[in-house]
């Protein structure tokens, strides 16, 4: 078959691989009809997040069901599903109190109670790493989906793929973060990043009944696309946190944000000074948007971190953190947790997800598609790809 396949940072190409094969009687085999580049890719495209060997990246996807385990009783063929990211048993200790971004199962190599980038990991993922279970991921025409009586749901016919397909991930992510945030009405949600997960993070907030939802980005088009899907007000990052923080303290009565969403991860546009000090303190990138948040963050208020950070950090201000009481939650989004309730919001028209696609390609162009999502060229905020499109 064909599929995206990283070789390196900034090489990822249009190969033929092996078929996949089930390989445990609760697997499915996915026949692939939409799949998208995540931010959470970009990581692993940069090198920022290591693969040594080629892997067939991707885990958000969705399609049609073409072959079932022995054990999948939920599922036949022919089914169309969406597929939540985290890979996870639906049975363990963590699986049982939905959080299968920890499932104790199902990265078995490189699992543990430590955490960290290079030790030991939670769950797996698809398609994101050896670390993350060295699993196969859907930026292919076909898929492997493990544990697929806990994972896939089944989507309605009326609804295209493009409708369905942010539920893999993007959406059940931005969710997360005004959940965490316990966003329950009237707050006000500032989320830093306007890129597919904080713009999903917008839509979440006005689901959850917020009272006002401001944006912030580097980038003006970023901005522009949040103000039109989410309908939120923006403020544009030119020079640096310091700006940003006193125009959400002055919308705050001096305050600062009721919940802060920090949606942009470890490589935010960063200056030569930001870089070198990376290097000396055996960083990944930088975690100044995370200070910005706890910056603009009111006193008691709460942090959620959507975006990935591998490393430990120097001079991380737990002073600020326990000075103004701040709550701070992050990682992998539970997407198995809130998935049907998300799913439901789109059936009955609560939210519209697929605005926020500005290129759809064939697979065959992936490394076009992740060029200028990486470079944010030509207005890019989500690629979406069609494996069967020549
Ligand atoms: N926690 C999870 O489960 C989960 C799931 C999906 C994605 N993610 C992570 O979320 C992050 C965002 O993903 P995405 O798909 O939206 O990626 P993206 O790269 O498209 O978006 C990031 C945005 O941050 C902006 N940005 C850069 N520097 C900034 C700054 N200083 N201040 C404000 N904005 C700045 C960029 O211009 C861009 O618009 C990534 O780190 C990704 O790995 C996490
Ligand atoms: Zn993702
Ligand atoms: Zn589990």
């Not at 396949?5 to 390989?23: A, C, E, F, M």
């Not at 022919?78 to 639906?90: L, M, Q, S, T």
């Not at 917020?210 to 003006?220: K, S």
Request: glycine share 12%.
């Amino acid at each position: 078959m064909k599929a995206a396949v990283i070789h390196g940072p900034r090489n990822v190409s249009y190969d033929t691989v092996d078929d996949p094969k089930l390989k445990d009687k609760r697997d499915i085999i996915l026949k692939v009809t939409a799949t998208a580049i995540c931010g959470s890719d970009l990581h692993i495209y940069s090198g920022g997040i290591p693969q040594p060997r080629p892997m067939v990246l991707g885990h958000e996807f969705m399609g049609i069901v073409e072959e079932v385990g022995s054990e999948v009783k939920n599922l036949k063929r022919g089914d169309r599903v969406v597929v939540p990211f985290p890979i996870a048993c639906g049975t363990c200790f963590f699986c049982n109190q939905h959080l299968p971004g920890h499932c104790e199962n199902s990265n078995p190599e490189h699992y543990g109670p430590e955490g960290g980038l290079l030790t030991e990991k939670g769950g797996a993922l698809f398609g994101y790493t050896d670390l993350y279970g060295g699993y196969d991921g859907g930026q292919a025409e076909y898929v492997r989906v493990p544990y697929a009586d806990y994972g896939p749901r089944v989507v309605p016919d009326n609804l295209s793929d493009e409708q369905v397909l942010f539920l893999t991930d993007i959406f059940p992510t931005g969710y997360t973060g005004v959940d965490w945030g316990e966003v329950k009405g009237g707050e006000t949600v500032a989320i830093f990043g306007a890129g597919p997960v904080g713009i999903m993070a917008a839509k979440s907030a006005w689901l959850r009944g917020a009272g006002r939802v401001v944006i912030v980005d580097t980038l003006q088009y970023r901005l522009d696309k949040a103000k039109q899907a989410a309908k939120c007000e923006t403020i544009l990052w030119e020079d640096g946190a310091k700006e940003v923080v006193e125009q959400i303290r002055a919308m705050t009565q001096g305050r600062g944000a009721d919940v802060c969403i920090e949606a942009v991860g470890f490589e935010p546009a960063r200056n030569m000074l930001e870089k070198a000090k990376a290097v000396i303190n055996f960083e990944a990138g930088s975690p100044k948007v995370v200070e910005a948040c706890m910056s603009a963050v009111r006193r008691g208020g709460i942090v959620s971190i959507l975006g990935v950070y591998p490393t430990t950090y120097d001079n991380f201000p737990l002073g600020q953190l326990f000075d103004k009481g701040i709550i701070m939650k992050g990682g992998q989004a539970p997407a198995h947790k809130h998935i049907d309730k998300l799913l439901q919001y789109v059936k009955e028209g609560k939210v519209v997800l697929d605005d926020i696609i500005t290129h759809r390609l064939p697979l065959s162009q992936i490394a076009h598609g992740y060029d200028i999502f990486k470079k944010k060229e030509d207005n890019c905020v989500k690629v979406v790809l069609d494996p069967w499109a020549k």
